[in-house]
């Protein structure tokens, strides 16, 4: 079966050219030009993953990702920004979203990240001879994993900083899993590119940047010593100073 898409796009040359363009990839799509739309068919036939355009009249994206979140509805989300500030894409990340394309963007890159967005939850790419994303180790062999003072339950997808929990997305959680089973390893910036997203986006992306920012304020705490190090030209390594 085609796997389902949830296009909410107020621009009608750019909705009608990505939704000839996803049904072309061989997804099945459905098209609606506003948020309302987006929530009542979200709610009425669940898709498989949504994209979302974040300035839309009435609900805009942000509102429908909370909306969807806030009733616990996990179905990844791709926004579709013209606003290229970290500040802007921390909000798309702070609403819920998994991930983001800035306008104009590259068809292709669309659909890089929706084949990756699909993967992670299981969905798995299209049969379109993309690479699949590397192995991960059995969760099943270390459920339950303790490093500098994190504690993270794999399989519940629950994490600790002493006694504080952390409310992570999907996405946090599982940068920040790969750098915890990795503890003071520096991972290059296409490594964790490759294991999280399951493609390159290039040295030009901030996506990992941002995602990694954003942890950060999530884990850190007055007068504890940071975890995550940013590695200048290299990568990132989670470590205890």
Known sequence: MPQTVLLAEDDRAIRHALERALTLEGY??????????????????????????VMMPGIDGLQVCRVLRAEG????????????????????LDAGADDYVVKPFDVEEVFARLRALL?????GPLDDGAPAAPPREPRAAAAQVAVAGLRMDVQARRVWRGQRELELTRTEFELLELLVRNAGVVLD????YDRIWGYDFG????????????????????????????VRGVGYVLRED
């Open 28 to 53: 099945r799509v459905t098209a609606v030009a506003d948020g309302v739309e987006a929530l009542a068919q979200a709610h009425r036939t669940p898709p498989d993953v949504l994209v979302l355009d």
């Open 73 to 92: 509805d996990r179905t990844p989300i791709l926004m579709l920004t013209a606003l290229v500030e970290t500040a802007d894409r921390i909000a798309g």
């Open 119 to 123: 993967r992670r939850t299981g969905g």
């Open 189 to 192: 910036h296409s490594t964790i």
């Open 203 to 230: 040295p030009g992306s901030k996506n990992l940047a941002v995602y990694v920012g954003y942890l950060r304020r999530k884990l850190d705490e007055p007068g504890a010593p940071s975890l995550i190090h940013t």
